[in-house]
């Protein structure tokens, strides 16, 4: 049986009382929704009281204004003025800045260096959500939620990807109109989502391109189609996720606002 708080103690409030850690008391239907709030880190509870009575929270896609509604936080959908609040995890979401010269796998037969050397502190048994080239640095992702990471790489959720590629020669814009409309590689045709040239040098242009494609190498391909083959390339965005100032070989949580970004993404 489910124990039962005991009433408070004379002089106590029950403003006082709702402030004790009360996780081991809640009923099976759920816990509050300002308790689940609070320990996502959105407001205080009773900031989040605020924010549910003025309408600005969400759950499973209605606006809940009554106070007490219990909710699950690992199964309802919970919002605050539209973005999506992460349940409590259970899994770990790094984002890392892999270095040129690294090889996207935990373990090499030849004894390269891989990203098990960057996050050997880690007790945890993570893996990489899709790949980089080993001279292709940047952002990537590593998690040990399997789900998560089948849907972030499956190409049916088209989670966009920003790179910045060095190419040689100067990029003119009638270059960039050929990239917006779209090359045909061997194995088909790519159209990228943006093209923009960032600078131009007079050997040498920086062009930011977005894709939601994972085909392998598609982005050196693509500029080696047009002529202007890439000397270096990086990774700078996946979704809504950032490299940021991220320094190379060091590795962060994601946030929750990305976190959340990325569960609406891929529809979990």
Do not use: C, W
């Not at 899709?130 to 992702?141: K, N, V, Y």
């Not at 849907?151 to 910045?164: G, M, N, Q």
């Not at 080696?224 to 100032?245: E, F, K, N, Y």
């Amino acid at each position: 049986m489910t124990p039962t708080p005991s009433s408070p103690t004379s002089g106590s409030s029950a403003d006082d009382f709702d402030d004790v850690d009360d996780e081991t008391y809640e009923e099976p239907e759920g816990i509050r929704l300002q308790k689940v709030l609070a320990a996502a880190g959105v407001a205080s509870r009773r900031a989040a009281e605020a924010l549910i009575s003025r309408g600005r929270v969400e759950v499973n896609g209605r606006v809940v204004k009554e106070q007490g509604v219990r909710v699950d936080p690992h199964k309802d959908v919970i919002r605050v003025d539209g973005s999506r609040i992460p349940p409590p995890r259970r899994h770990v979401y790094l984002v890392l800045n892999k270095p040129r010269g690294v090889v996207s796998t935990l373990s090499d037969p030849e004894g390269r260096p891989t990203l098990a050397d960057l996050i050997e502190k880690r007790k945890e048994r993570l893996f990489h959500v899709g790949r980089l080239d080993t001279d292709t640095e940047g952002l990537i992702i590593l998690t040990n939620d399997g789900e998560f990471a089948h849907r972030l790489a499956h190409p049916s959720y088209e989670v966009s990807k920003t790179y910045l590629a060095e190419v040689e020669g100067v990029v003119e814009q009638a270059t960039v109109k050929r990239l917006r409309h779209g090359v045909v590689l061997e194995d088909g045709p790519v159209r990228p989502d943006a093209v923009k040239v960032t600078s131009r040098g007079a050997a040498k242009s920086l062009v930011e391109v977005t894709i939601h494609e994972g085909r392998n190498r598609v982005v050196r391909r693509m500029f080696d189609a047009v002529g202007h083959p890439v000397r270096r390339l990086s990774r700078t965005r996946i979704g809504p996720v950032r490299l940021g100032q991220l320094a190379q070989g060091s590795s962060r949580e994601l946030t929750s606002a990305e976190l959340g970004a990325l569960l609406d993404a891929v529809k979990m």
